[in-house]
């Protein structure tokens, strides 16, 4: 049985910073191409940034270039969100997912299979 299990999340002031963890259960971890997406409150769920399984290459949605960065540390079956110069409309759950296969298709969110069940991030203006 495949879990995913964030943590991390909280509140913070706009200009601050926040760590998201997610650590996976159930699943061959390296074969796995991972992902982080957001929903805010009356906002459908939105891309964030994605990390491959193999060569480390990572993508970000537009919004968050340049502020947010993910990695994955295989050998402990987590994946991470490093978020900083945060926003008041960054605040959203934030969701960890796990694809069996993405093709180019990193940013879509029917190509993953696995989801966490989310880590409210809150930030105060």
């Known amino acids: 049985q495949v879990q995913l299990v964030e943590s991390g999340g909280g509140l913070a002031q706009a200009g601050g910073f926040l760590r998201l963890s997610c650590v996976a259960s159930?699943?061959?971890?390296?074969?796995?191409?991972m992902a982080w997406f957001r929903q805010a409150p009356g906002k459908e769920r939105e891309f964030v940034a994605a990390i491959s399984r193999s060569d480390g290459s990572t993508y970000y949605a537009d919004p968050v270039e340049g502020r947010f960065t993910i990695s994955r540390d295989n050998a402990n079956n987590t994946v991470y969100l490093q978020m900083n110069a945060l926003k008041p409309e960054d605040t959203a759950v934030y969701y960890c997912?796990?694809?069996?296969?993405?093709?180019?298709?990193?940013?879509?969110?029917?190509?993953?299979?696995?989801w966490g069940q989310g880590t409210q991030v809150t930030v105060s203006s």
């Open positions: 159930g699943l061959t971890f390296l074969r796995y191409p």
């Open positions: 997912a796990a694809a069996k296969a993405v093709g180019d298709y990193y940013r879509l969110e029917g190509s993953y299979n696995y």
